[in-house]
Protein backbone atom coordinates (compact mmCIF):
# COMPACT_ATOMS: atom_id res chain seq x y z
CA UNK A 1 0.00 0.00 0.00
CA UNK A 2 1.22 2.99 -0.88
CA UNK A 3 -0.27 5.50 1.46
CA UNK A 4 -0.73 9.16 1.04
CA UNK A 5 1.15 10.82 -1.25
CA UNK A 6 1.89 14.21 -1.30
CA UNK A 7 3.41 16.49 -3.97
CA UNK A 8 6.04 18.39 -3.78
CA UNK A 9 7.84 17.47 -0.83
CA UNK A 10 9.93 20.90 -0.93
CA UNK A 11 8.60 24.07 -2.35
CA UNK A 12 10.47 27.59 -1.82
CA UNK A 13 8.93 30.41 -3.41
CA UNK A 14 8.62 34.41 -3.46
CA UNK A 15 6.03 35.92 -1.55
CA UNK A 16 3.15 36.83 -4.16
CA UNK A 17 2.93 33.38 -6.55
CA UNK A 18 0.84 30.70 -6.47
CA UNK A 19 1.64 27.69 -4.47
CA UNK A 20 0.14 24.59 -5.43
CA UNK A 21 0.24 21.18 -3.08
CA UNK A 22 -0.99 17.75 -4.36
CA UNK A 23 -2.38 14.95 -2.11
CA UNK A 24 -3.32 11.27 -3.34
CA UNK A 25 -5.53 9.72 -0.97
CA UNK A 26 -5.59 6.13 0.14
CA UNK A 27 -7.36 4.03 -2.41
CA UNK A 28 -11.21 3.42 -1.09
CA UNK A 29 -10.80 6.45 2.02
CA UNK A 30 -13.95 8.52 1.61
CA UNK A 31 -12.36 11.58 3.58
CA UNK A 32 -9.77 13.91 2.98
CA UNK A 33 -7.94 16.65 5.65
CA UNK A 34 -5.69 19.27 4.90
CA UNK A 35 -3.47 20.43 7.65
CA UNK A 36 -0.91 22.69 8.45
CA UNK A 37 1.87 22.57 11.02
CA UNK A 38 4.00 25.14 12.55
CA UNK A 39 6.16 25.92 15.68
CA UNK A 40 3.95 28.77 17.14
CA UNK A 41 0.03 27.48 16.10
CA UNK A 42 1.07 23.93 16.46
CA UNK A 43 -1.72 21.10 13.81
CA UNK A 44 -4.38 23.19 12.44
CA UNK A 45 -7.44 21.68 10.46
CA UNK A 46 -7.57 23.65 7.54
CA UNK A 47 -10.52 21.82 5.87
CA UNK A 48 -11.80 18.43 5.19
CA UNK A 49 -13.71 16.75 2.68
CA UNK A 50 -16.14 13.64 2.34
CA UNK A 51 -16.52 11.56 -0.90
CA UNK A 52 -15.44 14.78 -2.20
CA UNK A 53 -17.43 17.61 -0.75
CA UNK A 54 -15.97 20.50 1.42
CA UNK A 55 -17.87 19.66 4.98
CA UNK A 56 -15.86 22.10 6.68
CA UNK A 57 -13.43 25.10 5.65
CA UNK A 58 -13.70 27.39 8.66
CA UNK A 59 -9.97 26.40 9.48
CA UNK A 60 -9.06 28.45 5.91
CA UNK A 61 -6.82 31.32 7.29
CA UNK A 62 -7.83 33.52 4.57
CA UNK A 63 -9.23 34.07 1.06
CA UNK A 64 -5.99 33.77 -0.33
CA UNK A 65 -6.50 29.90 0.56
CA UNK A 66 -8.83 27.33 -1.70
CA UNK A 67 -8.85 23.73 -2.29
CA UNK A 68 -10.51 21.32 -4.40
CA UNK A 69 -10.87 17.85 -4.61
CA UNK A 70 -12.28 17.17 -8.17
CA UNK A 71 -12.14 13.33 -8.00
CA UNK A 72 -11.68 10.82 -4.94
CA UNK A 73 -8.16 9.84 -6.17
CA UNK A 74 -6.83 14.05 -5.93
CA UNK A 75 -6.81 17.13 -4.47
CA UNK A 76 -5.10 20.09 -4.19
CA UNK A 77 -4.70 23.12 -2.10
CA UNK A 78 -3.88 26.65 -3.33
CA UNK A 79 -2.70 29.55 -2.11
CA UNK A 80 -2.48 32.79 -3.84
CA UNK A 81 -0.95 35.13 -3.10
CA UNK A 82 1.21 33.49 -0.89
CA UNK A 83 2.98 35.42 1.85
CA UNK A 84 6.06 34.61 4.31
CA UNK A 85 3.49 33.69 7.18
CA UNK A 86 2.70 30.90 5.15
CA UNK A 87 5.57 29.11 5.57
CA UNK A 88 4.87 25.74 7.37
CA UNK A 89 4.62 21.86 6.71
CA UNK A 90 1.51 21.33 5.43
CA UNK A 91 -0.15 18.09 5.89
CA UNK A 92 -2.66 15.47 3.57
CA UNK A 93 -4.53 13.54 5.94
CA UNK A 94 -7.18 10.57 4.56
CA UNK A 95 -9.62 7.98 6.36
CA UNK A 96 -11.99 5.32 5.41
CA UNK A 97 -14.72 7.74 6.55
CA UNK A 98 -16.21 10.04 9.08
CA UNK A 99 -17.01 7.49 11.29
CA UNK A 100 -16.01 7.85 14.98
CA UNK A 101 -13.64 5.43 15.10
CA UNK A 102 -11.56 6.13 12.24
CA UNK A 103 -7.92 6.91 12.00
CA UNK A 104 -6.54 9.83 10.35
CA UNK A 105 -3.69 8.24 7.58
CA UNK A 106 -1.13 11.10 7.23
CA UNK A 107 1.60 11.70 4.15
CA UNK A 108 4.96 12.91 4.38
CA UNK A 109 4.27 16.72 4.09
CA UNK A 110 5.22 19.31 2.51
CA UNK A 111 7.75 21.92 3.41
CA UNK A 112 6.86 25.66 2.13
CA UNK A 113 9.30 28.31 2.53
CA UNK A 114 8.47 31.45 1.59
CA UNK A 115 10.83 34.09 0.81
CA UNK B 1 -16.71 21.77 22.84
CA UNK B 2 -13.40 19.52 22.02
CA UNK B 3 -10.26 20.10 23.43
CA UNK B 4 -6.98 17.88 24.26
CA UNK B 5 -4.76 18.94 26.70
CA UNK B 6 -1.24 17.23 27.14
CA UNK B 7 1.45 17.54 29.38
CA UNK B 8 4.25 20.35 28.28
CA UNK B 9 7.46 19.07 27.09
CA UNK B 10 9.91 18.75 26.00
CA UNK B 11 10.51 15.10 28.25
CA UNK B 12 14.56 13.78 28.50
CA UNK B 13 14.70 9.90 29.83
CA UNK B 14 17.27 7.58 29.75
CA UNK B 15 17.15 4.62 27.96
CA UNK B 16 15.08 1.95 29.76
CA UNK B 17 13.31 4.43 31.91
CA UNK B 18 9.53 4.84 32.03
CA UNK B 19 7.56 7.06 30.37
CA UNK B 20 3.79 8.96 31.13
CA UNK B 21 2.79 11.60 29.24
CA UNK B 22 -0.33 12.92 30.29
CA UNK B 23 -3.27 14.03 28.07
CA UNK B 24 -6.92 14.63 29.31
CA UNK B 25 -9.85 15.48 26.86
CA UNK B 26 -13.30 17.74 26.71
CA UNK B 27 -16.11 16.50 24.13
CA UNK B 28 -19.32 16.85 23.89
CA UNK B 29 -20.10 13.61 22.82
CA UNK B 30 -18.80 10.13 23.18
CA UNK B 31 -15.20 10.49 21.67
CA UNK B 32 -13.01 8.19 20.21
CA UNK B 33 -8.89 8.54 21.72
CA UNK B 34 -5.76 8.42 19.89
CA UNK B 35 -2.09 8.97 20.21
CA UNK B 36 0.14 9.70 17.38
CA UNK B 37 3.32 9.68 16.90
CA UNK B 38 5.73 12.14 14.45
CA UNK B 39 9.52 11.15 13.53
CA UNK B 40 11.61 13.96 12.85
CA UNK B 41 10.87 14.56 8.80
CA UNK B 42 7.68 12.77 8.53
CA UNK B 43 4.08 12.82 8.80
CA UNK B 44 1.93 11.66 12.03
CA UNK B 45 1.87 7.81 12.13
CA UNK B 46 -0.83 6.44 14.34
CA UNK B 47 0.41 4.14 17.40
CA UNK B 48 -2.32 3.11 19.15
CA UNK B 49 -6.32 3.73 19.81
CA UNK B 50 -9.44 3.26 22.49
CA UNK B 51 -13.06 4.15 21.43
CA UNK B 52 -14.86 3.32 24.67
CA UNK B 53 -14.19 3.75 28.24
CA UNK B 54 -11.84 1.25 29.75
CA UNK B 55 -10.47 0.07 26.58
CA UNK B 56 -6.64 -0.30 26.67
CA UNK B 57 -5.10 0.63 23.26
CA UNK B 58 -1.34 -0.91 23.00
CA UNK B 59 1.55 -1.10 20.20
CA UNK B 60 5.03 -1.34 20.10
CA UNK B 61 5.31 -1.71 24.34
CA UNK B 62 3.39 1.56 24.32
CA UNK B 63 -0.33 1.27 26.17
CA UNK B 64 -2.89 3.60 26.89
CA UNK B 65 -6.14 3.37 28.88
CA UNK B 66 -9.94 5.36 28.19
CA UNK B 67 -10.71 6.56 31.75
CA UNK B 68 -13.96 8.52 31.30
CA UNK B 69 -14.36 9.06 34.55
CA UNK B 70 -10.79 11.04 34.82
CA UNK B 71 -11.47 12.32 31.34
CA UNK B 72 -7.47 10.85 30.44
CA UNK B 73 -5.70 8.55 27.91
CA UNK B 74 -2.12 8.72 29.19
CA UNK B 75 0.72 7.06 27.20
CA UNK B 76 3.01 4.83 29.03
CA UNK B 77 5.93 2.58 28.10
CA UNK B 78 7.92 0.41 30.78
CA UNK B 79 11.37 0.58 29.14
CA UNK B 80 11.80 3.40 26.35
CA UNK B 81 14.70 3.13 23.75
CA UNK B 82 16.52 5.71 21.87
CA UNK B 83 14.05 4.74 18.85
CA UNK B 84 11.26 6.06 20.39
CA UNK B 85 12.56 9.66 20.73
CA UNK B 86 9.87 11.89 18.36
CA UNK B 87 7.00 13.83 19.32
CA UNK B 88 3.52 12.41 20.58
CA UNK B 89 -0.02 13.63 19.65
CA UNK B 90 -2.81 12.90 21.73
CA UNK B 91 -6.24 13.26 20.18
CA UNK B 92 -9.84 12.84 19.76
CA UNK B 93 -12.52 12.17 17.50
CA UNK B 94 -16.17 12.76 18.08
CA UNK B 95 -19.47 11.82 16.07
CA UNK B 96 -20.76 15.62 17.77
CA UNK B 97 -18.81 17.33 15.85
CA UNK B 98 -18.47 15.35 12.60
CA UNK B 99 -15.54 12.88 13.67
CA UNK B 100 -12.91 15.64 12.59
CA UNK B 101 -9.76 14.75 14.93
CA UNK B 102 -8.98 17.35 17.60
CA UNK B 103 -4.95 17.14 18.48
CA UNK B 104 -3.34 18.45 21.36
CA UNK B 105 0.29 20.44 21.05
CA UNK B 106 2.31 17.03 20.81
CA UNK B 107 4.97 16.41 23.17
CA UNK B 108 8.44 15.86 22.31
CA UNK B 109 10.51 13.03 23.66
CA UNK B 110 14.12 12.55 23.89
CA UNK B 111 15.77 9.21 25.21
CA UNK B 112 19.61 9.35 25.80
CA UNK B 113 21.36 6.31 25.66
Known amino acids: DAGVIQSPRHEVTEMGQEVTLRCKPI?????LFWYRQTMMRGLELLIY????????DSGMPEDRFSAKMPNASFSTLKIQPSEPRDSAVYFCASSPGLGRTNEQYFGPGTRLTVT | GNSVTQMEGPVTLSEEAFLTINCTYTATGYPSLFWYVQYPGEGLQLLLKATKADDKGSNKGFEATYRKETTSFHLEKGSVQVSDSAVYFCALSDRDTGNQFYFGTGTSLTVIP
Open chain 1, 27 to 31: SGHNS
Open chain 1, 49 to 56: FNNNVPID
